[in-house]
């Protein structure tokens, strides 16, 4: 009986998760992955990167400088 337990637990452990499962249609994976996310990262996916938005693009707002984003968002923005 635990080695069974195991067994699935192991199993489970090794599936891709649908969101990242590219064969699959894109409101499926859209639904898992909305599914995952605490509400936290649900805010931040609302806010993003736009707060931060002047200082990563040039003056009229239409172009991301590289080097500023990079230098803000070192790790990315997902």
């Known amino acids: 009986m635990h080695f069974c337990f195991w067994v ?12 990242k499962d590219s064969s699959q ?3 499926k994976r859209v639904q898992d992955l909305i ?3 605490t509400l936290e990262e649900k805010v931040a996916q609302l ?5 931060e938005k002047r200082k990563i693009s040039d003056k009229d707002s239409t172009t991301v400088i590289a080097d500023s984003a990079i230098a803000l968002y070192p790790h990315g923005i997902g």
């Open 35 to 37: 599914s995952r996310m």
């Open 47 to 51: 806010l993003g990167i736009w707060i």
């Open 25 to 27: 249609p894109i409101e």
């Open 8 to 19: 699935s637990l192991f199993t489970n452990a090794q599936k891709k998760p649908l969101y």
